[in-house]
């Protein structure tokens, strides 16, 4: 079993920067790849970005390409996501997921409760 717990959300304006943590819990925790998943309201949640259980392996939405960067820390068991140069449509709830590497949401057994980033425009 793993408990993943984000934080760092907020209200930022547009062209600032966030970054996101996800503290994973469970003696595996390490083993699993992540992803950051992100909901707006009255839209589907959508993939934002995976990195592999190594962390030599990333893979990004064209959508946040160049602006957002995850990296892992497997010694503390924390996954971050660098957001930078923020836009309104950026705006949603994040979701931090543990499970097998890919941009599925049905390939993550775990979730985290999420975490809120507003931008103001």
């Known amino acids: 079993q793993v408990q993943l717990v984000e934080s760092g959300g907020g209200l930022v304006q547009a062209g600032g920067s966030l970054r996101l943590s996800c503290a994973a819990s469970?003696?595996?925790?390490?083993?699993?790849?992540m992803g950051w998943f992100r909901q707006a309201p009255g839209k589907e949640r959508e993939f934002v970005v995976a990195?592999?259980?190594?962390?030599?392996?990333?893979y990004y939405a064209d959508s946040v390409k160049g602006r957002f960067t995850i990296s892992r820390d497997n010694a503390k068991n924390t996954v971050y996501l660098q957001m930078n140069s923020l836009k309104p449509e950026d705006t949603a709830v994040y979701y931090c997921?543990?499970?097998?590497?890919?941009?599925?949401?049905?390939?993550?057994?775990?979730w985290g409760q999420g975490t809120q980033v507003t931008v103001s425009s």
């Open positions: 990195i592999s259980w190594s962390g030599g392996s990333t």
């Open positions: 469970g003696r595996t925790a390490s083993y699993y790849a």
């Open positions: 997921a543990a499970g097998s590497y890919g941009f599925n949401a049905s390939g993550y057994d775990y």
